[in-house]
C-alpha cells in the first residue's frame, strides 16, 4: 500500500486560544537520549561544542526509573477526571533507539494509560529487526522516521556517517510490515536534502510502501545567537509556506519537556528557559498548578519574551508552530484569569 503524501498538518488542531488555560498539557515530549549516531550539519551534533555539552549535561539517557516516576505521577491527573495527555513524545536532541531501555520505556508508558498516543521520533540507523519487535510488542503508536539523504553517500556527506541505504530501508520495511494495527510509521525528508525533483520522486519511491504517511518538511532555526539576518534567511514553517505570525510563544500554554535526568522544563530549547522542577521529586501535576509555572506563564503574559534571556532570542515557536497555536488572542482574558 502506498503511503498517503502529508501536505496539511493542521487536520484536527484545536484553537489553542479557545481551549486555554488548560487543566494538564495536552503533549510531553521526553528528551530519551542526547547521543546520536549521526551527525547532521544543521544539528547540535554536527556543530559540536559548545552545543553539545550544553544538550548533554543532564545525562546521556532517560532512564526506566525515571519513565516510571513519570508515568505513575502523570496518573494523579486521572483522579482529578483529566483526559489522557494526547500523547507523550520520546525525542529532543539525540536518538532515542540508543537508548538502551527505550522499548521498555514505551511499554511502561502505555501500561499506565496515562496518553492516547506514544511517538518515536528517530532518524532509525540502530532500527534492527530485534528491537522492532519489541517495539511492536510494547505497543508505540507512531514512529515517525527522518531520512538524512536517499544515498549511502549524501548521508556521508549530511550526516558525517557510513549509512547503508539499502539495509535502512529493510529495517525499516520490516517495522512496517511487522507492526499491528492502529500502530504507525511517518517519515519525512527536509526540503533541503533534496536537490531536484528527480530526487523528490525518488526519495518517494524509496519510502512510500514503507510507511503510512510521507512528508518533505523544511529545516528551520532553533539554535540561539542566530543574527537576525541568518533567521531571516527561513521563510517557511517546519511543515507550512510560511512562519506563524504571533507574539506570545504557546509552547509552555500546552506542554512541557523533560529531559534526561527527569528536569522538567517549558520547552526543548537547548538552553533551558526554566527548570520546573524533576519527575523523580514532583508529578507534572505538581509542576502544572505550581506556583512557578504559572510565574513563568503570567511573566510570558506581561511582555510577550518574559525577560528571559533565552526566550528573547527565540524565534522557533513561529516555525515549529500554526496560527492556530497562537494564543495571543487570548491574552486579555488569561491575564484576568491567572491575575497578571
Ligand atoms: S520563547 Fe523559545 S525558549 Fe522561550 S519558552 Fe518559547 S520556545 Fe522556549
Known amino acids: 500500500m502506498k503511503a498517503q503524501l502529508v501536505q496539511d498538518h493542521s487536520h484536527g488542531r484545536k484553537i489553542l486560544s479557545e481551549i486555554v488555560p488548560l487543566p494538564a498539557p495536552l503533549s510531553l515530549?521526553?528528551?530519551?537520549?542526547?547521543l546520536c549516531n549521526l551527525k547532521c550539519t544543521y544539528c547540535v551534533h554536527g556543530l559540536g561544542a559548545p552545543w553539545l555539552e550544553t544538550v548533554q549535561r543532564n545525562g546521556h539517557f532517560f532512564k526506566l526509573e525515571t519513565a516510571k516516576e513519570l508515568v505513575d505521577g502523570l496518573k494523579a491527573f486521572c483522579g482529578k477526571g483529566v483526559?489522557?495527555?494526547?500523547?507523550?513524545?520520546?525525542?529532543?536532541?539525540?536518538?532515542p533507539l540508543l537508548n538502551p531501555e527505550i522499548a521498555d520505556?514505551?511499554?511502561?508508558?502505555?501500561?499506565?494509560?496515562?496518553?492516547?498516543?506514544?511517538v518515536i521520533?528517530?532518524?532509525?540507523?540502530?532500527?534492527?529487526?530485534?528491537?522492532?519487535?519489541?517495539?511492536?510488542?510494547?505497543g508505540l503508536d507512531l514512529m515517525r522516521i527522518s531520512i538524512q539523504g536517499i544515498t549511502?553517500?549524501?548521508?556521508?556527506?549530511?550526516?558525517?556517517?557510513?549509512?547503508?541505504?539499502?539495509?535502512?530501508?529493510?529495517?525499516?520495511?520490516?517495522?512496517?510490515?511487522?507492526?499491528?494495527?492502529g500502530q504507525r510509521v511517518y517519515i519525512k525528508i527536509m526540503n533541503e536534502q533534496l536537490k531536484s525533483d528527480e530526487e523528490r520522486a525518488a526519495f518517494l519511491k524509496m519510502f512510500e510502501d514503507c510507511c503510512d504517511e510521507i512528508a518533505f518538511e523544511s529545516l528551520v532555526p532553533v539554535l540561539a545567537n542566530a543574527s537576525e539576518e541568518d533567521i531571516d534567511q527561513f521563510q517557511k514553517g517546519i511543515n507550512t509556506g510560511s512562519v506563524a505570525q504571533m507574539r506570545i510563544c504557546p509552547l509552555p500554554f500546552y506542554s512541557l519537556h523533560v529531559m534526561t535526568d527527569g528536569?522538567?522544563?517549558?520547552?526543548?530549547?537547548?538552553d533551558h528557559a526554566a527548570v520546573l522542577g524533576n519527575v523523580c521529586q514532583m508529578s507534572i501535576q505538581e509542576v502544572w498548578e505550581g506556583e512557578q509555572y504559572h510565574g513563568f506563564l503570567k511573566k510570558m503574559l506581561a511582555d510577550a519574551k518574559c525577560g528571559i534571556p533565552v526566550c528573547e532570542g527565540c524565534k522557533a515557536y513561529a516555525y515549529t508552530m500554526r496560527n492556530e497555536d497562537s494564543v495571543d488572542?487570548?491574552?486579555?482574558?488569561?491575564?484576568?484569569?491567572?491575575g497578571v
Open 83 to 95: 483526559p489522557p495527555l494526547c500523547r507523550i513524545t520520546y525525542a529532543g536532541y539525540g536518538e
Open 329 to 338: 488572542a487570548a491574552q486579555d482574558r488569561l491575564c484576568k484569569e491567572l
Open 121 to 138: 521520533v528517530t532518524n532509525a540507523v540502530a532500527l534492527t529487526s530485534e528491537l522492532s519487535d519489541k517495539l511492536i510488542d510494547a
Open 263 to 270: 528536569s522538567i522544563t517549558t520547552c526543548c530549547y537547548y
Open 105 to 118: 520505556i514505551i511499554a511502561y508508558t502505555k501500561k499506565g494509560r496515562v496518553c492516547k498516543e506514544t
Open 29 to 34: 515530549t521526553v528528551l530519551a537520549s542526547s
Open 152 to 181: 549511502s553517500k549524501e548521508y556521508l556527506e549530511q550526516s558525517g556517517r557510513q549509512v547503508n541505504i539499502e539495509k535502512l530501508v529493510q529495517s525499516i520495511q520490516y517495522y512496517y510490515s511487522h507492526k499491528k494495527a
